[in-house]
């Protein structure tokens, strides 16, 4: 039944929800993508699969709706709950123009020296020769390390925020909006979301009438219509700043480095070449998306690449199978370190939402690799003999679980 289910852009056993799937579905997707532009999948769900058709709701913000972000369908998220990408306008253009303060390209640029010597640091603690887990002790540690920077928080509580961010990602909460422990942040990570409200009662209790420099004191400071922000609200958001961006780049930073541990030529071709090393790090990004799709509700009967889609249908914006369009990316499921469009990729996504933190995911990863390849000579890393890649379980994610490696091995 698979085949001619396929060729009519049927693939109604295909769950984006379910991590084994998803992440695996690059056979299935690239079929999709030549049977039509929409698929009709599990649930009755759409999925866009081609490069212009998700363009196109991406850059519809009236039709398409983000407030049900990546929950599953039928799981609702209250609205002071949600984060920057589960608003709409009007609320999401203000509470935005915010919220990029933090990430601006001035503030990553600032931080690079920052970014460097952490680095340096995590990797000089690699033993050599010896093993380590480069997730562990690397891709993980050197994103959270940045954002606690960044944000402002004690750089002690580091590794204590690594541990609820990998918790959450890892849980059935991006989904379900609940753990065992119960529904909503507060009551499934009552830990995180205190730890979250006490940072924010202290930057309260220090506003004064001086402009606020910092993002959490812009965020307490932000009026919309005349009213402050909920308290509620604005953990939501801290969260987001907290969370967004830490596994995400470091499936990047894992990701590039299983690509320099694996592929023949691709370490010389970046070693001391700046410009080689940014193109491969969109090249990466555009093969081996850290987040695989986003979701979309259709707010009116609107219509993508000629399907009709009625109000209250739930879309799945196929990032990943863009990145994969042939008509946009010659020869598109082989990784070209030298491509030329890499960056039209849409594994930050696209328009309103286009994700502000861009600018530091691509620092981070450069930084990274090239701190990388300050330390260990030319192939004296290995990974380890038998070793097999096995992605990580958030279901929209995709990047190495674990990389363990052997160093000191002669070049
Ligand atoms: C490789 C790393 C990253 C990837 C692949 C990624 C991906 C994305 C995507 C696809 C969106 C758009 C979602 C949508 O349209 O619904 C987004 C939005 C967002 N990202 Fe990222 N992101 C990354 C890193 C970061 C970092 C470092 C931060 C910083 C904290 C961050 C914070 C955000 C926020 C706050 C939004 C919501 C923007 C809005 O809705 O206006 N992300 N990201």
């Known amino acids: 039944m698979g085949a001619p289910a396929i060729a009519s852009g049927i693939a109604t056993a295909f769950d984006p929800f379910d991590p084994g799937q998803a992440q695996d579905a690059w056979p299935l997707l690239a079929e999709l993508r030549r049977a039509t532009p929409v698929a009709t999948i599990s649930g009755g769900l759409r999925y866009v699969t081609r490069y212009a058709a998700c363009r196109a709701v991406l850059r519809d913000v009236e039709s398409f709706s983000n407030a049900s972000g990546f929950k599953a369908p039928g799981v609702e998220v209250p609205p002071e709950d949600r984060l920057l990408g589960e608003l709409d306008p009007p609320l ?38 010896g093993t380590a887990d480069l997730v562990a002790c690397f891709t993980v540690a050197l994103p959270n390390r940045v954002t606690v920077q960044l944000l402002g928080l004690p750089a002690g509580d580091a590794d204590r925020l690594a541990a609820w961010a990998k918790e959450l990602m890892e849980s059935e909460f991006p989904a379900t909006n609940r753990t065992a422990r119960g529904e909503g942040f507060a009551a499934a990570f009552p830990d ?64 590039l480095l299983h690509a320099l541990l694996t592929m023949p030529g691709l370490e010389e071709a970046v070693r001391d070449n700046e410009a080689a090393l940014t193109q491969a790090v969109d090249e990466s990004l555009r093969l081996s998306p850290p987040v695989l799709f986003v979701p979309r509700g259709c707010v009116h009967d609107a219509t993508v690449a000629g399907t009709a889609m009625q109000a209250g249908e739930r879309l799945i914006v196929g990032t990943a199978s863009a990145n994969r369009d042939e008509d946009v990316f010659a020869d598109a499921a082989t990784f070209r370190a030298d491509r030329p469009n890499a960056d039209q990729h849409l594994t930050f996504g696209y328009g309103a939402h286009v994700c502000p933190g861009a600018s530091l995911a691509r620092t981070v990863a450069r930084l990274g690799v090239e701190a990388f390849l300050r330390r ?17 379980p958030t279901y929209f994610e995709c990047g190495p679980r674990r990389l363990p490696v052997e160093t000191g091995r002669p070049g």
Do not use: C, K, W
């Open 192 to 255: 995180f979301a205190g730890y979250i409200d006490e940072q924010i009662e202290r930057r309260a209790a220090a506003l004064g009438d001086d402009e606020p420099t910092d993002v959490l004191t812009r965020l307490l400071s932000l009026t919309v219509d005349g009213e402050p922000l909920p308290r509620r609200q604005v953990r939501a958001l801290v969260r987001n700043l907290i969370t967004g961006g830490l596994t995400t780049t470091s499936q990047l930073l894992g990701n």
């Open 92 to 129: 999401h253009t203000p509470v935005r123009r915010v919220m990029v303060t933090a990430l601006t390209p001035r503030v990553v640029h600032a931080a690079e020296p920052f970014i460097e010597d952490t680095a340096a640091a995590l990797l000089d603690a690699v033993p050599v020769p």
């Open 376 to 392: 260990f000579s030319p192939g004296s890393v290995r990974l380890t003999p038998g070793y097999q890649f096995e992605n990580v």
